[in-house]
């Protein structure tokens, strides 16, 4: 319910922000509708919660599977991903890495990337200038400040994400592959067949977590992947929305593959 009525609110306000003279009659009823949306989707989550409680499960347990129940999947782990993005500042600050054990090889990856970032963050800057040089209106240009604000804070967070949560060899010969907060996958020094480079442009724009007809799992950066992991049996593996799939070999980037070749083939 909240759903469908809460767009009214910001499209009132967008009328307001413009100049559009809105009835009263309006306002009020739009107010009254958003007010009583919230009530009852306040009521029936706390009456679901009360029902996990008497269930026997715990606080944390109850306001999980009330959030499990109310907020979709692909919602949740978007929320989980900028999450982490926005730790990783923390980290790429403190000169910290994500996941790297002791006696494992942090393998990086951003190299094809990170210009690209940056010339988007001069970009959004200039863009976010521009606006405010062009719109005559001050409130819109708060409004538009904050936003583009909090979205070069996320594309910064997005490349410290990259850069601290790198691809690990263990020292077991295990693999895990990563990018960024978006996608992990680990793999066992037993399922690994071969490794080896290869380097592959990958044709057109496509997702980040791309699976061809082939069982072929690719993770391009930048467009391009240098090595290539053959399995010895398909691997399940998580998209960032949380989508399955199984793989069969996997193709991904690392700035320096033969040295991350030697380190899979010394564990």
Wanted: net charge positive.
């Amino acid at each position: 319910m909240a759903g469908a009525v809460l767009p009214v609110e910001p499209a009132v306000g967008v009328c307001l922000v413009a100049g559009v003279r809105v009835p009263g009659v309006v306002l009020a009823g739009a107010e009254g509708a958003v007010l009583a949306a919230l009530v009852v989707e306040a009521f029936l989550v706390g009456r679901l919660w009360r029902v996990r409680r008497r269930a026997g499960g715990g606080r944390r347990e109850a306001t999980g599977a009330v959030l499990r129940a109310v907020v979709p999947v692909k919602a949740r782990r978007l929320v989980a991903h900028e999450l982490r993005a926005l730790q990783s500042l923390g980290l790429w600050v403190v000169r910290r890495r994500h996941g790297v054990p002791a006696g494992a090889l942090a393998v990086p990856y951003t190299g094809p990337q990170t210009a690209m970032m940056y010339g988007l963050l001069f970009v959004s800057a200039v863009e976010t200038v521009m606006l405010a040089l062009l719109i005559p209106w001050l409130a819109v240009q708060r409004v538009l400040l904050v936003l583009d604000v909090y979205g070069m804070l996320l594309v910064l967070a997005l490349h410290a994400a990259c850069a601290t949560r790198p691809h690990v060899v263990g020292a077991d010969g295990s693999l895990r592959i990563r990018y960024g907060a978006l996608f992990d996958l680990r793999v066992p020094a037993d399922a690994i067949a071969t490794a080896r480079v290869e380097r592959r442009f990958s044709e057109g724009r496509g997702a980040l977590v791309r699976l061809g007809p082939d069982d072929v799992l690719d993770l391009a950066v930048g467009g391009q992947t240098t090595v290539t992991v053959e399995l010895n049996a398909p691997l399940g593996f998580v998209r960032p929305l949380g989508g399955r799939g199984l793989a069969r070999a996997v193709r991904f980037h690392v700035d320096d593959p033969p040295a991350a070749l030697a380190a899979l083939g010394s564990g």
